[in-house]
């Protein structure tokens, strides 16, 4: 499975940004999709996820400020960003969960919300 992310960029306090991911490979395979996020220093922690069924799964920090679906053209999964802050800066990583736990990563891509 290979993911590759785009969407990222610098916006200022308030802004809104959309994350894409661009999924190919055996995705029969995989259970749940979501987004990761690592800022400097920090560990990576979970964003937002979807189920296979739709069930999603998001960090309190985003909660009713960030939104995660699917993006059938892609195979992978969207994530609107709205009400940004500068708490939200980090690299934002898509991935991918088999239902055996094995994980893919995509590279990263950069996210910047200056006040």
């Known amino acids: 499975v290979q993911l590759v992310e785009s969407g990222g960029g610098s916006v200022q306090a308030g802004g809104s940004l959309r994350l894409s991911c661009a999924a190919s490979?055996?995705?029969?395979?995989?259970?749940?999709m979501g987004w990761y996020r690592q800022a400097p220093g920090n560990q990576r922690e979970l964003v937002a996820s979807?189920?296979?069924?739709?069930?999603?799964n998001y960090a309190d920090s985003v909660k009713g400020r960030f939104l995660i679906s699917r993006d059938s053209a892609k195979n992978g999964p969207y994530l609107q960003m709205n009400s940004l802050q500068p708490e939200d800066t980090a690299v934002y990583y898509c991935?991918?969960?088999?239902?055996?736990?094995?994980?893919?990563w995509g590279k990263g891509i950069l996210v910047t919300v200056s006040s």
């Open positions: 979807i189920s296979s069924g739709n069930r999603t």
């Open positions: 490979g055996i995705m029969f395979t995989i259970n749940t």
């Open positions: 991935n991918a969960r088999t239902r055996y736990n094995v994980q893919y």
